[in-house]
């Protein structure tokens, strides 16, 4: 099959951009299915904005005490109600007492 530059209109700024031949090639190759949706500037900024994302987020830390031993400690996350909450020691021995048992 032979492709053709094609015309495309980005969904995220409305601009115009050329899906080359060899860009639909690879798309070929890849079994890829869809069209691509933004031009090449849009696109980064997309990738950047997710990227950047999860890495922004502030770690929450709880003082609370464990539900097996009753030690206080710090946990990575605020609590549920009624679900168990074990320091890193307990934790551990539960993990790899579920993984032995697997």
Known sequence: ?????????????????VWT???QLFFADK???NEPKRCKTCKA??????????????R??????CS???KDTTVPFRPTQGRPVFCKECFQQRKFADAGGV
């Open 1 to 17: 099959m032979e492709f053709q530059d094609k015309s495309l209109r980005c969904v995220d700024c409305s601009a115009e951009f």
């Open 21 to 23: 031949a060899g860009e």
């Open 31 to 33: 079994q890829f299915k």
């Open 45 to 58: 900024k997309r990738a950047n904005r997710v990227s950047a994302g999860p890495t922004m987020r502030e």
């Open 60 to 65: 929450v830390e709880t003082q609370t005490s």
């Open 68 to 70: 097996a031993c009753g």
